[in-house]
Nanobody, 127 residues
Framework: EAQLVESGGELVQAGGSLRLSCATS????????IGWFRQAPGQERQGISC????????YYAESVKGRFTMSSDHAKNTMYLQMNSLKPEDTAIYYC????????????????????WGQGTQVTVTS
């Protein structure tokens, strides 16, 4: 059974950094794209980044570009999201998800192709 488990979310001051982890199991990590999504209270879920383990393609939303970076540890089947220069508007529950297709702009159709989701981890950024 495919599983994703996020960790690393916590309360941090604006300007600080966090690294989220997405530990995966039950599927061939190297063949999948992992995406990060977030949902703030009262807002729709937003796709913020993805990385294809098969070809290295990445995508970052404009709101996080230059501040967030994804990386893979293939030995641990774990994906990371390094978040720097955090802002209060980054406060949200962060989810990772896996898809066997490539890393593309997260349209509604592309998001529907993510077939395994983690339970989420809370990130709170205080001003």
């Amino acid at each position: 059974e495919a599983q994703l488990v996020e960790s690393g979310g916590e309360l941090v001051q604006a300007g600080g950094s966090l690294r989220l982890s997405c530990a995966t199991s039950g599927f061939t990590f190297n063949d999948y794209t992992i995406g990060w999504f977030r949902q703030a209270p009262g807002q729709e879920r937003q796709g913020i980044s993805c990385l294809s383990n098969s070809d290295g393609t990445t995508y970052y939303a404009e709101s996080v570009k230059g501040r967030f970076t994804m990386s893979s540890d293939h030995a641990k089947n774990t994906m990371y999201l390094q978040m720097n220069s955090l802002k209060p508007e980054d406060t949200a529950i962060y989810y990772c998800a896996a898809t066997p297709v490539g890393c593309y702009y997260p349209s509604d159709y592309v998001v529907s192709l993510y077939n395994t989701w983690g339970q989420g981890t809370q990130v709170t950024v205080t001003s």
